[in-house]
């Protein structure tokens, strides 16, 4: 008898089995004792509270680079010229020209979890767990992770997005809100993560954490001299130091539970890989060989079978790390704010200071040896110096989810036309490059009545 056969028979007897159950039966047959889902009353106390923050940081860490729909890092990578596709049907991305009813397009949704959870979190521990130094310390983490998923979502998604009140009352209420106020409300969580944060040893980890990301927010609403005051000494009240050039902030996976998305859908498997000057105005990323994006020599072929695929290194396993933002982001950020007021030797010192930094070397596994990346010289030109900026940042980035707002923002803070920022022309594997410059909210969102679709798609 032939498999699907005998399935098709195993199934009808089932049915008529529970036919002839009474009401009773059938309730206690099909009924589920333990919902799948955390109630607002089951995290009505401490260890409530506390598994919803653990919930809360795994959202965000799923959400940034988990293993499910993909972490919004690969996201930035394929739309921007840091990935090219060799998924079949994922090419839509790849090639700016965005449906948001075709894989990858989840996006926003691991956003919104992360979103809602974090705010949840919060409020649960505010409400249940005792008021102590270590509970202010998570609290404070969570502000600083908010303000951080905020601007990458202002980054990458269009303008009019659809903002939960997360109100378990009213579940389907939202705000609609620009990449600006989405910028604004960054900086809004970064402050009250420093309001909450302590100021002892175990407190500072998050409080850079918190000055970058606010600095982060700054730095997309234009405001250089303020982002790089947030990150520099005395940006975190009189007598405080500059964010560390050998600190950095991590988001960890595991092997068993969340794997590292870069690891699972670039290492692991042939999904996507790194690109090099794609659409001509990309990056060399591979064949530059700069010891910050190190990638294969040798290429395979990818999931579709024909697309060529070199292999990103550095990540050796699911549990491998993922760079959030560091003391590097500090730098850049100082670099950018002194080009803004046209100061040569302070730009090129703040560059050059995380290219010498020992420890960052070797937290990013770059070979000793002042050759392997020297100090950089003035471009000479106002536009050159913009370009090394941005490039430097690229390479120091790479895949941390940065790279589509620095496109953006090229277009919108420098008046760089999108033909000469994004990949343009002819498409690698045939058509052209579309013209999107952010994603939209995937179509699940259109089950949102507060959300008819974007406002605009503009930089």
């Not at 529970?18 to 995290?43: K, Y």
């Not at 109100?167 to 970064?190: H, K, M, S």
Request: proline residues 5%; aromatic residues 8%; hydrophobic residues 40%.
């Amino acid at each position: 008898m032939r498999f699907d056969s005998l399935l098709r028979r195993r199934a009808v007897l089932a049915g008529a089995m529970i036919g002839v159950l009474t009401a009773c039966e059938r309730q206690q047959l099909l009924g589920v004792d333990t919902p799948d889902q955390i109630r607002p009353s089951d995290a009505a106390s401490p260890n409530g509270a506390l598994a919803l923050r653990a919930g809360a940081l795994r959202d965000f860490a799923q959400f940034y680079g988990g293993t499910t729909n993909v972490g919004v890092n690969i996201y930035v990578g394929l739309i921007s010229d840091e990935l090219i596709n060799g998924r079949p049907g994922a090419d839509h991305i790849d090639q700016r020209a965005f449906n948001e009813n075709v894989f990858p397009s989840a996006a926003w949704n691991k956003f919104s979890d992360s979103y809602t959870q974090v705010v949840r979190a919060i409020r649960a521990l505010n409400q249940f767990v005792p008021a102590s130094a270590t509970r202010n310390q998570q609290i404070g983490q969570l502000y600083a992770l908010q303000s951080i998923s905020l601007s990458i979502a202002g980054e990458l998604f269009c303008n009019g997005v659809p903002l939960s009140t997360v109100n378990d009352e009213a579940p389907e209420a939202a705000t609609l809100v620009t990449n600006q106020q989405l910028f604004q409300r960054a900086i809004v969580q970064a402050d009250s993560a420093l309001t909450v944060l302590g100021t002892t040893a175990a407190d500072q980890n998050f409080r850079y954490l918190a000055r970058v990301a606010k600095a982060r927010a700054q730095l997309n609403l234009a405001q250089f001299d303020a982002a790089a005051t947030s990150v520099s000494a005395g940006g975190d009240g009189a007598g405080s130091t500059a964010v560390p050039t050998s600190w950095q902030y991590a988001v960890e996976f595991s092997q068993t539970t969340l794997v590292n998305t870069i690891f699972d859908w670039m290492v692991n498997t042939g999904n996507f890989g790194p690109s090099d000057r794609e659409g001509g105005n990309g990056l060399d990323f591979r064949s530059a060989r700069d010891p910050r994006v190190q990638t294969s020599t040798g290429s395979r072929n990818g999931q579709d079978g024909s697309t060529q695929i070199f292999t990103v290194l550095g990540y050796v396993n699911g549990s491998a790390p993922t760079t959030l933002v560091s003391g590097v982001t500090a730098r850049m950020i100082e670099a950018e704010a002194a080009l803004r007021r046209n100061d040569v030797p302070a730009y090129l010192a703040a560059l050059n200071v995380a290219r010498a930094d020992a420890t960052v070397r070797t937290l990013r596994s770059i070979p000793a040896g002042a050759d392997v990346l020297p100090p950089l010289a003035d471009p000479g030109s106002a536009d050159a110096r913009v370009n090394l900026l941005f490039r430097e940042r690229a390479f120091w980035f790479y895949l941390n989810a940065t790279r589509v707002g620095d496109l953006r923002r090229l277009q919108r803070q420098y008046n760089r036309p999108a033909n000469t920022v994004w990949p343009t022309g002819a498409y690698f594997k045939g058509g052209t490059y579309g013209t999107d410059v952010n994603l939209t909210p995937s179509f699940a969102e259109r089950n949102n009545s507060a959300f008819t679709g974007c406002a605009d798609r503009n930089p």
